[in-house]
């Protein structure tokens, strides 16, 4: 089943909402990230500790198999057994392939009056349990794992899942009374994770949505007579009408239980609720992926679309916590073996995105020129580099991106250059995207070609055919000799308040048309939550950062009260900025302070800056600090958000 975004638009308006004490029930996590409707005065004081949450075993993007992209709900043992082993015999897993998950398909019915789960054994017939009414994953889980495989399983956050919502013609459905074919983990998240991940043993699990949009008082599976309905908490292209902090409340319940049921952290929570309810801000606290997008599509342009809603994402990623555009479909349709330029592009955008890469192809039919794609080393190596940096966009028109991602090594970045357009293109890469002197020679390595290309200095060419990538792997001399700049590390980043005052939808992502409904109606608008939150080398809405004519080529932008905090270790000796209002800001009659702390203490302070001020110069000793928290206060209230610029931030050692 494919879902588009305009389907499920259409499911949740004609849904009614209605109230469920067990809703206003739901437990919220104590550490929450924060927002701006907080007062200022709190989301801006200085924690002194890292205020991130750790939880579940995602150190790198997660890898693996996952049958949902191959075979939709028809999947079955022989299928999916075929994958695995045919994952063990080319090396994908001993490259890091390592979790085969189970998609929507796999269940028959709750049980009645227990509300066990039931699997549909007609697919899974080693669930079989002989001599009793049960059945039960475990011999399945059990040869994955003899295999050296971790296991994934599927569940929805409501009642029901997305096979029930938007069935298609040859869908499995779970079977029986309307309470028998409520199988999601609504009402029964203690009873359901304890049975897949204590009696079954999984080790990961897909929380998907539908149940909050899908099933509202109007839709038709509920008018139908064959589904209680359910408040319609998610209207994919409208943030205000859509319930965040309930739904986020309910993926936070998930993670708790989680935690308590494999108190050694060995699980894998990854959130799908396609980049709605602002998820994009707080999937990172709650889950270890989330997807930041409605469904990928074996389409040119809906890649695009998955694509963008992570780009510029930078700062929500890491070790622990990774932006999931959604699973990979080389293999089908734009991105089949007749379309290898295309395959390659999604995969490198998807590795210098740190994107979790899941595999979603009947690999017992896999032919050689796919299996190089997954199986590129080098490439598979950037998405899996431990310093878990996401890139960050260095070049950026509709036509051409540059993305450039810093590795553990301090003088190596992987690059990509992509060519988004039409025609060909001639693609100039520079010292500067790279921060790097242009004096010295820089090494680079072509990561599809496996060679070494010729060292250069300044800058160098690439000619680029439609919709093809160069991958790069670069070596050179920093720009700054003894130290780096923040947008060089936006995994020690973590945005405990992003300044944001009101939710709205991020418009540079990409636009297709709609599969199913083509050019009918107006057309897909804006819908992900996320615009004006702080980004790396530019500011939140997407102007070059500036202060007062001066361009800033690295920096973090973000909006007024704000509070960023950079893991720092004691690693570096000083810290140093350019700040002010950036001269892109519309709000020009506030001022804003910044302030620098270190594990608590304020260690420097510009004064209130206003728009007519210079940048100011702030400078700070941090030998012993393990945490660096930068706030921009805003005095007096604007009408605007004030945008402000945190020019040239750097760590020196
Ligand atoms: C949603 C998810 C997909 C897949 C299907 C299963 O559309 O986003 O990844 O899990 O449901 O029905």
């Known amino acids: 089943m494919r879902v588009s975004a305009a389907k499920r638009t259409l499911a949740a308006c004609v849904g009614m909402l209605f109230t469920m004490s067990a809703l206003a029930q739901t437990p919220i996590h104590a550490q929450m990230p924060i927002h701006a409707q907080m007062p200022a005065a709190d989301v801006l004081r200085p924690a002194g500790t890292w205020s991130e949450t750790n939880f579940g075993n995602a150190p790198l993007p997660p890898m693996g198999w996952n049958s949902w992209n191959a075979f939709a709900t028809q999947i079955d043992e022989e299928k999916l057994m075929g994958s695995a082993q045919a994952i063990v015999k080319s090396g994908l897993r001993d490259l890091g392939y390592r979790y085969i998950n189970i998609d929507d398909g796999w269940w028959q019915k709750r049980g009645q009056p227990d509300g066990r789960m039931q699997i549909r054994t007609s697919i899974f017939p080693s669930a079989l349990v002989v001599g009793s009414q049960e059945t039960s994953f475990r011999p399945l889980v059990d040869r994955l794992h003899a295999l050296r495989f971790k296991a994934g399983i599927y569940t929805d956050i409501g009642r029901n899942a997305c096979s029930q919502g938007y069935p298609q013609a040859d869908s499995l459905l779970p079977t029986g009374t309307v309470a028998e074919r409520e199988v999601g ?72 239980v989680l935690e308590r049921l494999r108190p050694d952290g060995d699980f894998v929570f990854s959130i799908c609720n396609w980049g709605t309810a602002n998820v994009r801000a707080w999937g990172r606290d709650t889950g270890n992926l989330w997807r930041t997008s409605d469904d990928i599509e074996p389409r040119w342009t809906q890649m695009l679309y998955n694509f963008d809603s992570v780009a510029t994402r930078e700062l929500y990623s890491g070790p622990g916590h990774w932006n999931d555009p959604d699973m990979l479909f080389i293999g089908h349709g734009d991105f ?318």
């Open 185 to 256: 983990i609504f009402d029964h998240v203690d009873q359901d994770l304890s049975l897949y991940f204590q009696a079954w043993g999984f080790d990961y699990i897909k929380v998907d949505g539908c149940g909050l949009n899908a099933f509202g008082a109007d839709s038709p599976a509920v008018k139908s007579g064959q589904f209680h309905a359910f408040p319609v908490m998610v209207v994919s292209d409208a943030i205000n009408q859509t319930e965040v902090a309930k739904i986020r409340g309910l993926y936070a319940e998930v993670r708790d």
């Open 336 to 653: 089949d073996d007749q379309h290898l330029t295309e395959a390659r592009t999604h995969f490198a955008l998807w590795a210098i995105e740190d994107a979790p890469l899941i595999i979603g192809f009947d690999l017992r039919q896999a032919p050689r020129s796919l299996l190089d794609i997954w199986g590129a080393a080098e490439i598979v190596a950037v998405d899996q580099d431990a310093g878990g940096n996401q890139g960050v966009i260095e070049y950026s028109s509709d036509d051409a991106l540059i993305i450039v991602k810093q590795l553990s090594g301090r003088d190596e970045k992987a690059v990509v250059i992509f060519n988004r357009g039409s025609a060909p293109l001639k693609a100039t890469l520079t010292a500067e995207h790279l921060k790097f002197l242009p004096s010295a020679p820089i090494q680079a390595r072509d990561l599809w070609a496996k060679r070494d290309l010729p060292a250069f200095t300044k800058e160098m060419s690439v000619d680029l055919a439609p919709r093809e990538s160069v991958m790069l792997r670069v070596k050179g001399q920093p720009e700054l000799a003894g130290g780096m700049y923040l947008s060089e590390m936006p995994a020690r980043i973590y945005v405990a308040a992003d300044g944001v005052r009101d939710l709205q939808a991020d418009p540079q992502i990409h636009r297709p048309v709609g599969l199913e409904s083509g050019t009918r109606g107006a057309g897909p608008r804006p819908a992900l939550a996320g615009w004006g939150a702080p980004r790396a080398d530019s500011t939140p809405y997407n102007n070059q950062l500036r202060l007062r004519g001066h361009p800033y080529a690295s920096g973090i932008g973000v909006l007024a009260n704000s509070r960023l905090q950079v893991r720092t270790d004691r690693q570096f000796a000083r810290f140093s900025a350019q700040v002010g209002l950036d001269d892109s800001s519309l709000e020009r009659a506030t001022r804003v302070r910044f302030e620098v702390y270190g594990d608590g203490r304020l260690l420097a302070q510009s004064p209130a800056l206003g728009f007519e001020d210079s940048a100011f110069a702030l400078d700070a000793g941090v030998s012993n600090v393990k945490i660096l928290e930068l706030v921009a206060r805003e005095v007096g209230v604007g009408h605007a958000p004030s945008v402000v610029t945190w020019g040239a931030a750097a760590l020196l050692r």
